[in-house]
Structures are given as structure tokens and as C-alpha cells.
């Protein structure tokens, strides 16, 4: 049995959900916020959510996680299957989480903590995910159904968790959806949403947002 630890507030928890989700296998979800109590760190050395327990195997980072779920369920594979598009496909996901989830941390900070966000903070995150949708669509391949083309991927992965993610952060504070503009592949938006992986894991953020957030 995998025990997944975290909030699925967190981009990085809905990363892992989701391919668990995709390889079938059977999990449970416990609620664990960032920590540096003793039992959080050694469980994962950071005090950082996510983190798994797997039949007493502590693993810790999403990006390890989702590897290790590679090695042990390789049937259902979240990478192409050539070398160079599982390259590519890591390249995207990368992409997406270092420049463009990471940088809307001020703003995830703002709305669900209360951290102040001034005009320059904002103007100062608007460019960083203007240039990171930049590189992502010079990285994007122009054909097939997926980002990586017909096979669905840890970077289509790393999108679904973003684009609810940066589009309810960036209309609300920036006054625009800063992935908006990206060539994504026709009727991609709806291809995610009729995944059940990606659906669920949209619905229990949805959930879990309204709960937090004040009425």
C-alpha cells in the first residue's frame, strides 16, 4: 500500500496524484502540511509535501516519486516511448514547474495566506511566467494530441496541475491567464478533462480550495 502525505492545494501533491492515478495503483491519501517536526523529517528531509510511504519506504520530492512509480510500474508509462521523447517530455515538465508553477509562489502566498503582494511583486511574476510560457512553447511539439504528440505524458501532467493552478491566480491578481496564449494541441483543455486521473484531481483542488479560502 502507498500512503500519499500532503494537500491537494499543492501543485507538486497534484503532480503525484495524478500519476498514481494514471498507473492504477491503489493508494490513500492523508492531509500533511510543510513541517520540521521530527516525524515530518524523517519522512522527508525538507519537512516538504509531498511524501510517500510505500510499505514502509519513505520517499520524499515529487519528481523522485514519480520516477520511482516508473521503475516499479513500467507497463503503464508516463514517458514516450523513444529516448529522445521521454527527453523531451522531462524537458517540458521541467519547464513547467521551474518556470511557471515555482514563480506564482508570491501569489499562491497572497491568496491563501495572506503575504503581502505589492504591484511590483506582481509585475515582477507576470514577466517570469511570461518568459516561462515563452520557452514552453518553443519546446512544444506542433503535432499529435499531447505535448510530447500522441502520447500522454509527465508533462502533460505537469500542465494539468498548472493550468487550473496559474489561470485562477493569474485572473484573479495579474488580470490575465498567463498561459493563455500557449499553442496548445486543438481541444486540448477538454482531452485533459475526460482523463479521469486529471478530472479527479481538478475536482479535489476545486474542493479543497473552497473549503479554505473565507466565504
Known amino acids: 500500500m502507498i500512503t500519499l502525505y500532503g494537500s491537494t492545494l499543492s ?6 496524484k495524478v500519476a498514481l492515478l494514471e498507473k492504477g495503483v491503489n493508494f ?8 520540521q517536526d521530527e516525524a515530518v523529517l524523517a519522512a522527508s528531509p525538507m519537512g516538504k509535501i509531498p511524501y510517500v510511504d510505500i510499505n514502509g519506504f519513505r520517499l520524499a520530492e515529487s519528481g523522485a516519486i514519480v520516477e520511482w512509480l516508473e521503475d516499479a510500474y ?9 529516448t529522445n521523447g521521454r ?20 501569489l499562491v502566498r497572497h491568496v491563501l495566506f495572506g503575504a503581502p503582494l505589492t504591484e511590483q511583486d506582481k509585475a515582477e511574476v507576470a514577466a517570469k511566467l511570461a518568459r516561462g510560457a515563452a520557452a514552453l512553447a518553443r519546446r512544444m511539439v506542433p503535432e499529435g494530441n499531447w505535448l510530447c504528440g500522441d502520447d500522454f505524458s509527465v508533462a502533460d ?32 483543455h477538454e482531452r485533459l478533462a475526460q482523463r479521469a486521473s486529471v478530472a479527479r484531481m481538478w475536482h479535489d483542488r476545486e474542493q479543497a480550495l473552497r473549503k479554505f479560502l473565507p466565504h
Open 74 to 82: 513500467p507497463t503503464l508509462s508516463l514517458l514516450p516511448p523513444s
Open 157 to 188: 501532467i505537469a500542465l494539468a496541475v498548472a493550468l487550473p493552478h496559474l489561470g485562477d491566480l493569474g485572473s484573479t491578481l495579474l488580470g490575465h491567464d498567463p498561459l493563455a496564449s500557449l499553442p496548445l494541441p486543438p481541444q486540448y
Open 28 to 35: 490513500e491519501e492523508r492531509l500533511q502540511r510543510p513541517s
Open 87 to 106: 527527453a523531451r517530455a522531462r524537458e517540458l515538465a521541467l519547464l513547467i514547474e521551474h518556470y511557471l508553477i515555482a514563480p506564482s509562489a508570491p
Open 11 to 16: 501543485p507538486w501533491y497534484n503532480k503525484v
